[in-house]
């Protein structure tokens, strides 16, 4: 009994040896890895940890240095600050391992962050943008997707995961399109490597992204905050949440007469269509007494195939964008599906599933809440090979199952300070040249305590980087719903003028967009313009260029002369016009307390002329406000469009 106590103890002791050797290990953040890019010419800041009183060092580009490694396990070396170059190879080491970190390049990093049109992908847009897939081989342009994360009670010193990807055919089509045209901008501009990182999430507000400390100012998002630190809050809200949709999911599929049909599912071949009502274009899906009716949605179409598919490799089945969720079935076989409504639909078919002759097409749509169908003026359209068969026309359809609206989800990483926490906050260390910021669809119903938001986030990570004027760059919300032919009030408009307003903030640049949205989508394929224009301002504000112009025409003063207004602007370049041949218009001007109504302008030696006639106590004047404002064309001689405004009239 003695030798086995002594045995098992011999064992234990082994065991803690083993677990002190594994603490003795170097562990570096996952920003410091393979692939990096490391900024050039500031001081560079290489960190981890290790065991305690070690000595740790570093041998990297002729350049070494060694310190101990502090009591609590945490060290930190600062090379020298360096030319842009590479590749090269960093070895770090200890008296008992050596770390080596390869493919290391120096240049310019940049933080991307916002939601999901900052981190819309090169895939989604690949439509739009075909040429950018052919030879791609840039190995100096570098991108690192920080992983969604969040948590509300600690801040975290490391990411949960993440790795950097070189540009190449491989790689591109999961890098951020923003991200990707401002570094091939960048990169081809000024031949020097550029580090992306991407610490976005789609739908998140601004709130997410602060500090706890600059939340205080904020008191209710403050006591949001406080409320989903208590213990078992949030492990309780889920399951309530989850129990709620998996009862409703439960009951619309043992409702959904397409899948329970006693002879066959309705998206089988030998199914025969009895009592289906006729869809003669694609549109959202009728209204029932003037609302909406929620549930599952069947959708049949026949298609008349007078070849052979056969012979064709490269089939896709393109049903533009679907509210909600949608499954797809050609001949009974399951070609794709999505769970929610913003991705574009583009399935590929497999080979074998079309033939020659009569092929069915079945859609089974899922609308939550709200309308839902199908998204106009979207492709909806069968390609095989170079053949384009349109789908937009002569649908059958059928109500598989009607149900109460589907219960809503508490979207906990989207509260207060969480997403800083997990995703910002890991990053501090990293030396960067600058922020790109494209965010504020989820506040625009709160634009003015965005403007304090903004300002607090601005200043609050230039503090957490101890760069007072870090160069925070961002996007001017674009165009997006119907085009109103008179003048409206509009939350999007309060947004972009609070954006326009915050270029007050001191070393900030905003690209203008209100000509790239896209009336039907929330998230627009030409994310070119918009990598390219917050380049425009890079190139003034960081690069030091001098000759403009670098964005839209922006309002610079009014003054009133002889019943007449004139408006002068900054970047004009060479002059202002309009973007269409057409007389200038988009102002709109009210009286004290009055409605809006257009007014006509004219442009005349560099400034907007308007004629106050009949206006003899204007309140105030517009320009291009509205949410989608296409009537709006001032230009400059870049044909970059002029940023809505609003100013008072004295």
């Not at 580090?195 to 976005?200: D, F, R």
């Not at 959904?256 to 199914?271: A, I, V």
């Not at 170079?386 to 598989?400: A, C, M, P, T």
């Not at 000759?547 to 009133?560: C, N, R, T």
């Amino acid at each position: 009994m003695i030798l086995l106590r002594q045995f098992f103890l011999m064992i234990f002791i082994l065991i803690l040896g083993l677990g002190k050797e594994c603490l003795a290990e170097i562990r570096l953040p996952v920003l410091i890895s393979d692939g990096m890019v490391l900024q050039r010419n500031v001081p560079i800041s290489i960190w981890g940890w290790g065991d305690a009183n070690k000595i740790i060092k570093i041998d990297f580009n002729g350049i070494n240095l060694a310190k101990k490694i502090n009591e609590d396990g945490t060290w930190e070396l600062i090379l020298p600050s360096m030319e842009a170059g590479g590749p090269f190879l960093m070895k770090i080491s200890t008296s008992d391992e050596t770390v080596e970190v390869k493919d290391i390049w120096i240049g310019d990093v940049w933080l991307c962050s916002g939601q999901s049109n900052m981190e819309t992908t090169m895939e989604r847009v690949e439509p739009m943008f075909p040429e950018e897939f052919i030879s791609v081989n840039k190995p100096q342009i570098r991108y690192f997707d920080v992983p969604d994360d969040y948590t509300f009670t600690e801040v975290k010193s490391d990411l949960k995961g993440g790795k950097w990807k070189e540009l190449n055919e491989e790689n591109i089509r999961s890098y951020a399109a923003v991200a990707y045209f401002f570094a091939k901008n960048i990169n081809g501009k000024y031949s020097v490597p550029v580090g992306m990182i991407n610490a976005s999430v789609g739908g998140s507000p601004i709130q997410s992204w602060l500090r706890e400390e600059d939340l205080k100012q904020f008191p209710k998002d403050y006591e949001e905050v406080l409320y989903f630190q208590k213990p078992g809050v949030i492990e309780k809200i889920e399951k309530t949440d989850r129990d709620k949709i998996n009862q409703w999911r439960q009951e619309l599929l043992s409702k959904d007469l397409g899948l329970t049909n006693l002879d066959s599912p309705w998206f089988s071949p030998e199914f025969q269509p009895n009592d289906w009502e006729e869809m003669n274009s694609l549109d959202l899906l009728p209204l029932e007494n003037s609302r909406p009716v929620n549930g599952v949605y069947w959708f049949r179409k026949e298609i008349h195939l007078d070849f052979d598919p056969a012979d064709y490799t490269n089939v896709k089945l393109l049903l533009g964008t679907l509210v909600d969720s949608d499954e797809a079935y050609l001949n009974g076989v399951s070609v794709g599906n999505t769970g929610y409504r913003y991705p574009p639909r583009r399935y590929n078919v497999p080979a074998g599933v079309l033939k020659m002759g009569k092929n069915i097409l079945t859609l089974r749509i899922v609308s939550e809440r709200g309308p839902g169908g199908f998204i106009t003026e979207k492709p909806y359209q069968l390609e095989i090979g170079d053949q384009i068969i349109d789908l937009n026309n002569r649908w059958e359809y059928k109500i598989g199952a009607k149900m109460p609206e589907a219960p809503s989800q508490t979207s906990i990483r989207f509260k207060p300070m969480g997403l800083y926490n997990a995703m910002i906050a890991p990053l501090h260390n990293f030396q960067i040249k600058g922020i790109l910021w494209y965010q504020g669809e989820s506040n625009v119903v709160e634009a003015k305590v965005y403007a304090k938001q903004f300002a607090a986030l601005i200043e609050g990570w230039r503090d957490e980087w101890k760069r007072p004027k870090l160069p925070f760059l961002y996007v001017q919300l674009p165009n997006f719903m119907e085009v109103s032919s008179e003048p409206q009030e509009s939350g999007w408009a309060e947004m972009r003028e609070t954006q326009r307003k915050s270029l007050e903030i001191s070393n900030t640049g905003m690209a203008i967009t209100i000509d790239v949205g896209e009336a039907n989508d929330i998230h627009p394929l030409d994310k070119k313009s918009v990598g390219d224009r917050l380049a425009l301002q890079a190139q003034k504000l960081v690069y030091g260029e001098k000759i403009g112009p670098f964005s839209g025409p922006l309002f610079e003063k009014a003054k009133v002369q002889k019943g007449k207004l004139f408006l002068t602007f900054k970047e004009t370049g060479k002059g202002l016009s309009t973007s269409d041949s057409e007389s200038l218009s988009g102002f709109a001007i009210a009286k004290e307390g009055g409605e809006f109504q257009w007014i006509p302008a004219i442009i005349k030696e560099h400034k907007v002329i308007i004629d106050l006639q009949g206006f003899d106590t204007p309140g105030k004047l517009r320009y291009a406000w509205a949410n989608n404002p296409k009537s709006a064309n001032l230009i400059n001689s870049a044909g970059l469009p002029a940023s809505p405004f609003e100013i008072e009239l004295k």
